[in-house]
């Protein structure tokens, strides 16, 4: 199908909703609606997943849906797997006419496919909600579509990561990499072992009771659980309660600062592989999916480094014994890493060549970083690659500086312009389109109950603090936050550090920035008013936001940002009116202002002025 | 303390968020900083009450708290009684220094109740969050302050009790009143007469186990639990599975609509009233608050009105064999009735003082309704007043026109208004004041959990179906959802009806018309520009909003509203002309305004045009 069809499908459907993309989709006439006798029949799927499925209409459009309705037929072709497995098929077809839709899948995994995608195409219409006619046809470009969390140096509750495995599953990926332990916790509950979570976790622990779950909850999802014990270094929380484990004599803190840090499993101890086979055992026997990461990473001891292949083989021993695959991250690719090890790649595409040119199997996450709060079409330009054993990628959310409150927003949505990667052919890449249907997936994904959304102006009140929100949100709209490097330059920052600030509110991208961007582009008549109304709107601003600062610290270190919003302001209403003299702004007028414009684009209080992005666009047209 | 005095102190206390008053507070000098180190101390107070208040800190604040923290001593001077019991001491002291806070109380509710208002004075500071030094004496004025909430019209997941209750807890109620049948639908499970729930429910119902988690839920919280089972009429659910109980033949089916339906049960039976034995006592092993509400309220079968009082005696000997005391509504006050027996009064004053003058005790229902969707100031002015007998007040949340997703938004914040009716003085009746504390209030309710302010831009997006939101919230802000008259007019509704529409997602009171009449009152030059851009935006709105609506059934509906908001904004404008003009408006202008603004003011879509209100008072001005 020719990328114009898909346009004017997707303008019909959904309004331009549907992300990923499938692989093929041919609209057809008419509509099926969706009123209150919605529901699922047909054979072989969970009864759960259909309940689930129906909850998630019924929340997404408001209509409460009984028990026995139907319009959605399915049809199973194979009975579920025990298991969401690697590789297995995730295809799906499905038809929509007026009279009915049917969706027909080899397997459960299919069938959950085309329940998402099925949700995504609702959209209101002439008589309440409806899906419009459409044959899709639909599979995955890779096996492993995965996000990785960090749940050791910010805790995240159980809750936490179960909505984002509901979110996760709305947008078709199929691994969660749970990042259980590190220097600033250990986040398992082990009866073997129960110093580790006792002395190392500050009783933020998972119980097993809860492992269980979460386990499940991912596989009804048809989304795998990989855990991530990372060994030997980034260890400082095992040793806290077991010193006995670690290469130097204790005794050890739980660490609680962010980066590299000197403790070590010791390597060179036959006690050291005796506890691993037996904690190994324990977590095998808790993870039921055979592939487990033993992270690996960033090992800086000389003598440690020297020990690590020995020790990675020694414990890639033990998870056979264990009946499990090693998955690792870069460094353990040495020789006599076993082959069939798949190795995570954070270093970069050479890092993953060479793996792919050893034999190795990989995933790519070099490029997914969602901590550092890039934007979403720099992850969208990132592609695995078509090399032999590469599998997939996985995007990585670090919590170095995200709370229970904040990765939500971290996450989402640019999470889903990566799923869109790891799913859809690699000839999807148009990003206007990527960030046309971004936004409106960042919608419908609250239906999913993920909160990404839903903090954003309780913590600008909070900061507000009874005062008027507005020019706070004036603020924050034109406003986005720093990524994991900004952050980590200040230096002050431990586990303790609340996570309350300006910075902790402010999006990861602003979408008000992007469309003012975009209306700077096309720069109609009615586009030159409205850009006048948002530039007027930040320098009228600013005197309303200094009237609230006085004596209070929270918004006392945004007056800078305040005052830089003025001057993009500023800057661009001169900016228009040489663009509507018709003659254009003397040159050494440009450099000037791109100077200015260079100074407001520093960091204040970590937070980047997004404004000067549409500004900066304007000057240059002024400019010719 | 003088008024004055309130207000200095409110202005540097939580900038104006206490909510209801207190009975006495002295400003301190000093603030005490509210850090990661905080914590609680003390003896008597149960360790889950320190728990829940620390989490509610640290969700408040953002700020995470260890275990050991302190900063707030408490002292208990009685061990907690088993249960929240009518009439208790529910006074404390609160000492807040620069050096730390003190709360002492009498009881363990008073402590929760002086929890809750330590919570509400936590405001951002020079250095981060503080509480001003402060000393509080406080009390509550009534001894019965509920809230009833109808989970039979619409089901009511315990989810929604739980985040309510949450709420009310914050606002110093103490009562929950669970209206637990009515004829569509019976709620609970019984496990002497399983088809009770089996046929009377849908399958929505409560488990025992979930009422026994309820009633813990809110005894934690100080919160008396008070079943309601209506009876004789508003019992279709009861004999849909138990025909044998009505005073006619079945069979019957659950009630779909609204209204008074004939079934009742059978007065003139002595196999109801063995029936009702043996119920009675199986809910009043579930229940374990004294009193226990049974309706009574709106037969109008002429027979089982004419047995009504012999029912309720026989009732209330069961209920006291069962050592319970009787509720009933206004109808039960008739001959007969035992001494002792609580009547609500939903009729109005007259009927409550009848029944005071009778010697019966009663609570005030009468000017609670929320679900009238009436402003809070309306709520507000009602007193349930100080003669003898009379205990308090209930505010309904009848269920008809709201579900599990809208039902926060219709009870807050303007219970919290209600709530402050019945906890503070009869002297604290400044309708500015309470409005200023309830946005304020209405914004940290949110850090307890309750959702409603959190579906309102969801609902919108929902209906916008991608398209841009703007428009839709620029009517949204400028309108008011109608209350249950206007709703019952149209008499279409039924339980299956999708609440989904423009109308379920509008609020009750629209803060922007609020402010914008603030501003109308005020009218310096700052407003009057101020009202002008907002009186522009309404109509400059219904260019884009048509350009929305085609083909759109949500949205096709409000098409005249927004061509009215269109008309206000146009009237507005050419009365502020006048207005500067310095001449008044010409009697006829004004009056045919106000023809016009009569005709705009008629409800579109259910839905209220609450711009009108601010435009009058201008077209009022500029004659003047």
Same mark, same amino acid.
């Given at each position: 199908?020719? =990328?114009?069809?898909?346009?004017?499908?997707?303008?019909?459907?959904?309004? !331009?909703?549907?992300?990923?993309?499938?692989?093929?989709?041919?609209? *057809?006439? *008419? &509509?099926?609606?969706?009123? *209150? &006798?919605?529901?699922?029949?047909?054979?072989?799927?969970?009864?759960? @997943?259909? @309940? =689930?499925?129906?909850?998630?209409?019924?929340?997404?459009?408001?209509?409460?849906?009984?028990?026995? *309705?139907?319009?959605?037929?399915?049809?199973?072709?194979a009975p579920a797997p025990e298991l969401p497995t690697l590789g297995e098929d995730e295809s799906y077809t499905l038809d929509v006419t007026a009279g009915g839709a049917r969706l027909t899948a080899p397997t459960t995994t299919g069938v959950l496919r085309g329940f998402e995608t099925f949700a995504q195409l609702i959209a209101p219409g002439s008589d309440g909600f409806e899906v419009p006619a459409v044959h899709i046809e639909d599979r995955p470009r890779f096996p492993w579509r995965g996000m990785m969390m960090d749940v050791s140096r910010h805790w995240m509750p159980v809750e936490v990561v179960e909505r984002n495995l509901d979110a996760m599953a709305a947008v078709k990926l199929n691994v969660f990499h749970w990042h259980l332990s590190d220097d600033q916790g250990f986040r398992v509950q082990s009866k073997l072992f129960p110093k580790l979570q006792q002395f190392g976790s500050d009783g933020n622990f998972y119980t097993q009771d809860q492992i269980r779950e979460v386990v499940a909850y991912a596989r009804a999802r048809g989304i795998r659980v990989i855990p991530e014990f990372d060994l030997p270094g980034h260890a400082t929380s095992w040793v806290v309660g077991m010193p006995e484990l670690a290469a130097a004599p204790g005794p050890y803190q739980i660490e609680r600062k962010w980066g590299i840090f000197a403790p070590v499993l010791n390597a060179a101890s036959d006690r050291t592989y005796a506890f691993l086979d037996a904690f190994i055992g324990e977590m095998a026997g808790l993870f039921p999916d055979p592939y487990f990461h033993i992270g690996g990473d960033e090992v800086e001891d000389a003598q440690a480094k020297t020990l690590q292949p020995r020790f990675n083989q020694r414990v890639q021993a033990l998870l056979t014994r264990h009946g499990k695959t090693m998955v690792g991250w870069d460094?353990?690719?040495?020789?006599?890493?076993?082959? %069939?090890?798949?190795?995570?790649?954070? &270093? %970069?595409?050479?890092?993953?060549?060479?793996?792919? &040119?050893?034999?190795?199997?990989?995933?790519?996450?070099? !490029?997914?970083?969602?901590?550092?709060?890039?934007?979403?079409?720099?992850?969208?330009?990132?592609?695995?690659g078509d090399a032999e054993g590469i599998l997939g990628g996985e995007a990585c959310m670090w919590a170095e500086y995200v709370s229970a409150e904040t990765v939500d927003a971290v996450i989402w949505p640019r999470m889903a312009a990566i799923a869109e990667r790891f799913w859809s052919s690699k000839e999807v890449k148009d990003v206007n389109s990527m960030y046309q249907r971004m936004e409106a997936t960042s919608r419908w994904l609250e239906w999913t109950g993920v909160e990404h959304r839903a903090h954003y102006l309780p913590m600008l009140e909070r900061l507000a603090g009874g005062q008027p929100l507005e020019p706070l949100l004036v603020l924050a709209d034109a406003s986005e936050a720093g990524g994991h490097d900004l952050r980590a330059q200040t230096g002050q920052y431990t586990s303790w550090t609340a996570l309350n600030r300006f910075v902790d509110a402010a999006r990861a991208e602003s979408e008000p920035v992007r469309h003012l961007q975009q209306a700077v582009a096309r720069l109609t008549a009615a586009d030159r008013k409205t850009i006048r109304a948002r530039l007027r709107e930040w320098v009228e601003n600013d005197a309303r936001f200094q009237a609230m600062v006085d004596g209070d610290s929270f918004l006392g270190e945004l007056a800078p940002l305040s005052r830089n919003l003025k001057t993009a302001g500023e800057i661009g209403l001169r900016a228009i009116d040489y663009l509507e003299s018709n003659a254009p702004a003397p040159a050494d007028w440009v450099a000037q202002q791109n100077h200015a414009l260079d100074e407001i684009a520093q960091p204040v209080a970590e937070v980047i002025l997004a404004a000067v992005r549409p500004v900066r666009l304007l000057v240059t047209a002024a400019g010719r």
């Open positions: 199908m020719t =990328r114009a069809i898909v346009f004017i499908l997707l303008a019909a459907a959904a309004r !331009g909703a549907l992300m990923p993309l499938p692989v093929k989709m041919t609209p *057809g006439s *008419g &509509r099926l609606a969706i009123d *209150g &006798r919605f529901g699922v029949t047909g054979s072989g799927c969970p009864a759960p @997943a259909i @309940a =689930r499925f129906q909850t998630r209409i019924a929340r997404q459009t408001g209509i409460p849906l009984g028990a026995t *309705g139907q319009g959605l037929s399915v049809t199973c072709r460094e353990v690719l040495a020789p006599g890493l076993a082959p %069939g090890t798949l190795v995570q790649s954070w &270093r %970069g595409p050479e890092a993953l060549a060479e793996t792919a &040119r050893k034999g190795y199997r990989g995933i790519l996450s070099y !490029g997914y970083y969602l901590n550092y709060l890039l934007p979403a079409s720099t992850h969208y330009a990132v592609d695995p």
